[in-house]
């Protein structure tokens, strides 16, 4: 056993703890701002966790609750699912969790890619353009991180037992 410990009592990495409480803080955010939205889009607009009409359009809108949508039925259970199994040591974890990542890296690549090449169509602040230049990076690296992480730990007992 690694670590010196028993099946069940194999002590968690702190690369696995930062994988799951970077996730649960994005998941939170996924459910705040894209299912919310859902609900009640003037509402997210007014927190400041969607944009609006005048800064996206009506098209930019429909796309952005088609993500919304997408987020609340797909991503955001296949996230959670991923958390779930990995804590309860589950083969089934690594799989969810991964297919969770991947989105991780799609969704901001997608995001940045339509700010960038959509810059004099949109009306956005000059600070969410530097706050997504920032952010969204930043929540690629951790998706690529944890396709990593997962990857290199797939076998370990700190992730699930065999």
């Known amino acids: 056993m690694p670590f010196g410990g028993s099946r069940n009592t194999v002590k968690r990495s702190f690369g696995f703890w930062a994988l799951i409480s970077i996730g ?15 609900i009640d889009h003037d509402l997210t607009v007014a927190l400041g966790l969607q944009e609006s009409v005048e800064e996206l359009s009506d098209v930019g809108i429909a796309f952005a609750r088609g993500f919304a949508f997408g987020d609340t039925v797909f991503y955001i259970p296949l996230f959670v699912i991923g958390m779930i199994g990995l804590l309860k040591r589950k083969s089934w974890g690594v799989f969810f969790m991964f297919g969770a990542l991947a989105i991780t890296v799609y969704w901001p690549a997608v ?21 997504y230049s920032v952010l969204l990076p930043l929540i690629i690296f951790y998706g690529l991180w944890g396709m ?6 797939r076998d370990c007992d700190e992730i699930v037992l065999r």
């Open 148 to 153: 990593w992480f997962l990857y290199k730990n």
């Open 111 to 131: 995001h940045l890619f339509a700010i960038y090449s959509g810059r004099s169509s949109m009306n956005l602040s000059a600070d969410k353009y530097v706050s």
């Open 24 to 38: 649960a803080v994005l998941n939170i955010m996924f459910i705040a701002g894209q299912t919310m939205s859902l």
